[in-house]
């Protein structure tokens, strides 16, 4: 019986979580680099991740990982001298949709058989129900959060390596 009701909680956990909402974010141009690594961004279209500033500068990524990385070291990578607080919109594209959504209310696959252009992903889906189906069809390891995503699993997911929370996933 204790495990029937975990599993009630779980699903009514899922049901109440809210869809990440789709953003109209401007697309890059054909000359937008990613500020980390420096790839062209509009050529991987399926992967872009943005993010626009209150100021009204746009940073574009090629990927949600590399999104990530520059999220949390924005004094490495900004050269404008932006901080969190002054982002006011941050998007990335759902894999199965390719429509912009709300990087912060998203749900991330890490450890699929998908990789992007830069290698292992954070697999971005919209909602719970996108994200165990790219679970099962490709494989992956783990749904995280916007919370659960350090730079530890970033750099894990460089070298081939699936950590959440400090604990590699095998």
């Known amino acids: 019986m204790g495990a029937a009701c975990l599993c009630v909680r779980v699903a009514r956990a899922e049901q109440a979580q809210e869809a990440a909402p789709k953003l109209q974010l401007p697309p890059?141009?054909?000359?937008?680099?990613?500020?980390?690594?420096?790839?062209?961004?509009?050529?991987?279209?399926?992967?872009?991740?943005?993010?626009?500033?209150?100021?009204?500068?746009?940073?574009?990524?090629?990927?949600?990982?590399?999104a990530f990385k520059f999220w949390l070291d924005m004094k490495k990578y900004d050269h404008h001298g932006h901080t969190q607080a002054d982002v006011k919109a941050f998007g990335v594209t759902a894999y199965y949709s390719t429509e912009m959504i709300d990087a912060r209310k998203a749900l991330y696959v890490i450890g699929s058989d998908v990789t992007g252009?830069?290698?292992?992903?954070?697999?971005?889906?919209?909602?719970?129900?996108?994200?165990?189906?790219?679970?099962?069809?490709?494989?992956?390891?783990?749904?995280?959060?916007?919370?659960?995503?350090?730079?530890?699993?970033?750099?894990?997911?460089?070298?081939?390596?699936?950590?959440?929370?400090?604990?590699?996933?095998?």
């Open 28 to 66: 890059p141009t054909e000359s937008d680099r990613c500020p980390v690594c420096g790839m062209f961004v509009a050529r991987y279209r399926e992967w872009i991740a943005t993010m626009v500033f209150r100021d009204g500068h746009v940073a574009h990524f090629d990927g949600a990982k590399d």
């Open 117 to 170: 252009p830069m290698g292992h992903e954070l697999v971005p889906h919209p909602d719970m129900y996108d994200a165990k189906t790219f679970m099962k069809d490709h494989h992956g390891k783990a749904i995280v959060r916007f919370e659960d995503i350090d730079m530890q699993m970033l750099k894990g997911l460089d070298e081939g390596r699936f950590i959440v929370k400090g604990k590699e996933l095998k």
